[in-house]
């Protein structure tokens, strides 16, 4: 069987070459591995949508924008591989979601021995992301933090506080609807910003929206509804499809920027499996 190992160079624990001799090593007992390192933004979508009908497993190791590249160019394949997750990055939402550990030698035993279940993806226009849409107040930290490097959390913490003295709504439509909120989530994950939150109906997309008020009172449902599990800091909508609309609206997808004044939405269930501990 073969293997595609994908990786980011430039995340904060990136792979060195020893950790990549060892992981080819100990894939060597099930599987023949290539690697392929990310050269820029969507290389690693292009890269796998091109070439991952000729392999069994990719296996992502990265950040949260690593592992969506990968799922992304699975999901615009026929024949799909499965996933595997190796974290590498900051805040790791979609590791914590599979259970996947932070040890390498942990993960590869459980990419050999473990099971691959079906996940549900999302498909946005011409585009996919695995566990998270968001747009507002505070979206954009992952992608604008400056030096996660070198700070890791801590450059997100310090681009929320950049972002809390923004005090315009976003107009949106949703589905034709105005709308004037202060953020909008799409969830398909028990992780948000490293926090565990409420896990999301299998069936149905949740549309989550915290309406504009104040940047004080809109900060603090914000936090609520980071830590304390409960819908009622929010609007719920439940979905299979859905259209939003708006002047280049800024989205945030999987971590990755995303801008468009159109944007259709719809869940496509199991539609990729992940290898999970």
């Known amino acids: 069987m073969r293997a595609l190992l994908v990786h980011n160079p430039y995340s904060r624990r990136a792979l060195k070459k020893k950790e990549i001799e ?18 820029g933004k969507g290389t690693i979508d292009e890269y796998v949508s091109l070439n991952g009908e000729s392999y ?7 950040g949260d924008g ?42 590869l035993k459980i990419i050999l021995n473990g099971h691959a279940k079906p996940h549900s993806a999302y498909r946005i226009n011409d585009t996919f992301f695995l566990y998270g849409l968001a747009i507002g107040r505070y979206a954009g930290v992952s992608y604008s933090a400056g030096k996660k490097r070198e700070l890791g959390r801590l450059a997100y913490y310090l681009a929320c506080i950049k972002d809390f003295f923004y005090t315009k ?4 439509f949703i589905d034709g ?8 989530f799409i969830l398909n994950t028990k992780y948000l910003a490293g926090y565990s939150i409420v896990q999301t109906n299998e069936e149905f997309m949740h549309i989550k929206i915290l309406p504009f008020k104040n940047k004080v009172s809109d900060t ?12 009622r800091h929010c609007l719920v909508l439940e979905k299979k499809m859905v259209t939003l609309d708006g002047d280049n609206l800024e989205f945030t997808l999987d971590g990755e920027k995303y801008v468009t004044s159109h944007a259709e939405i719809e869940k496509l269930k199991d539609s990729i499996e992940i290898i999970r501990n």
């Open 220 to 231: 603090i449902r914000f936090w609520k509804f980071l830590v304390s599990k409960s819908k």
């Open 22 to 39: 060892f992981i080819v090593k100990e894939l060597s007992v099930a599987y023949t591995t290539d690697i392929f390192e990310t050269k």
């Open 169 to 172: 709504p976003t107009t949106i």
């Open 56 to 62: 069994d497993l990719v296996i992502a190791c990265g």
């Open 177 to 184: 609807k105005e709308e004037k909120i202060s953020q909008l």
């Open 66 to 107: 690593t592992i969506h590249e990968a799922a992304s160019g699975i999901l615009r394949l026929q024949k799909k591989p499965k996933l595997g997750i190796i974290p590498r990055g900051t805040m790791n939402d979609v590791a914590k979601c599979h259970k996947m550990p932070k040890s390498i030698k942990k993960c």
